[in-house]
């Protein structure tokens, strides 16, 4: 039976969208795989489902399935994209807040207009058991060697695990290489979104980063939380920062620890379809 979908973006970082609120998820690995084959298939950085919630205290659920088909715990472009797919099917009023869970747990999305939505990403989880991450002691920053390269790093959790590393030039082609080591680098054992960040002032970051299961992408909601967070803790940057990413920019908005963080950002729709191989249920 053909599976529709919905095929959205928040600046950049792609997603399918599929409405599960009244059928089981229907896709498994390998289908997962095939669907996000940007050749043969209809092509994203993830897969969302929409489902009903697991806690009562949420309006509904989201699961989160990277290209490569291994679980996420969290999506920051995609839960503003949830929103807006919510709000289109008529289950989601303009400015009202209201909490969504995710696999790592519930956020609250107050949608400020159709394509525009604020998210509340919960707090920053610096504890390395956490991340998780393999340290001795918590610290601001980590010396971690890569590919025979030494780089301080800084490790934190947004409801998934992430390295950040301050660097000067955006465009070296050394990234290139450390981007996938550091993903899969050992210290971090459920792997990291690796973040390459350079600080322009104290109120806006440019910010590449290599998405576990999904390769470089456009945009990481999350990864811009997670590279405000680490610089925020460091005391480089202001409460209110602008991340510009290779799709777009995004506001992050964290007052310090004990505050919960908050992004801005868009969401779009590209185009409605049908996906052909999806099983019967």
């Known amino acids: 039976m053909p599976l529709r979908f919905s095929k959205m973006h928040g600046i950049g970082n792609d997603f ?9 998820f229907p896709l498994d690995t390998a289908a997962i795989r095939a669907m996000a084959d940007r050749h043969t298939g209809i092509g994203f950085d993830q897969l ?7 806690d009562a205290s949420c309006a509904f659920y989201y699961g989160i399935w990277n290209a490569d088909g291994s679980p996420s715990g969290q999506c920051g ?9 919510l709000h289109r099917a008529g289950a989601l009023e303009l400015g009202r807040t209201v909490r969504i869970e995710s696999p790592s747990g519930a956020v609250a999305v107050r949608l400020l207009g159709p394509r525009e939505a604020a998210v509340d990403m919960g707090e920053p989880a610096f504890a390395p058991a956490r991340v998780p991450f393999q340290a001795e002691a918590e610290a601001d920053r980590y010396a971690i060697d890569v590919a025979g390269r030494a780089l301080d ?9 992430h390295a950040v590393v301050e660097v000067d030039d955006l465009d070296a082609p050394a990234l290139d290489e450390l981007g996938p080591r550091l993903t899969a680098h050992a210290r971090f054992p459920a792997g990291a979104n690796a973040g390459f960040v350079r600080r322009l002032d104290r109120a806006h ?3 590449r980063v290599h998405e576990r299961g999904s390769g470089w992408t456009l945009a990481c909601g999350t990864g811009a939380c997670a590279a405000m967070a680490v610089l925020r803790r460091r005391g480089e940057v202001d409460a209110s920062v602008e991340v510009a990413l290779p799709g777009g920019r995004l506001r992050i908005d964290w007052a310090g620890p004990g505050h919960t963080l908050w992004m801005t950002g868009p969401a779009a729709f590209a185009f409605e379809g049908e996906w ?4 019967a249920h």
């Open 77 to 85: 472009n995609g839960v503003r994209c949830v929103a807006a797919w």
């Open 276 to 279: 052909p191989g999806a099983p």
């Open 48 to 54: 969302l489902s929409v489902e009903p919630a697991r």
């Open 153 to 161: 790093i800084g490790a934190v959790s947004m409801g998934n695990p």
């Open 16 to 24: 399918v969208v599929l409405d599960c609120r009244d059928r089981a």
């Open 205 to 207: 970051l440019r910010l």
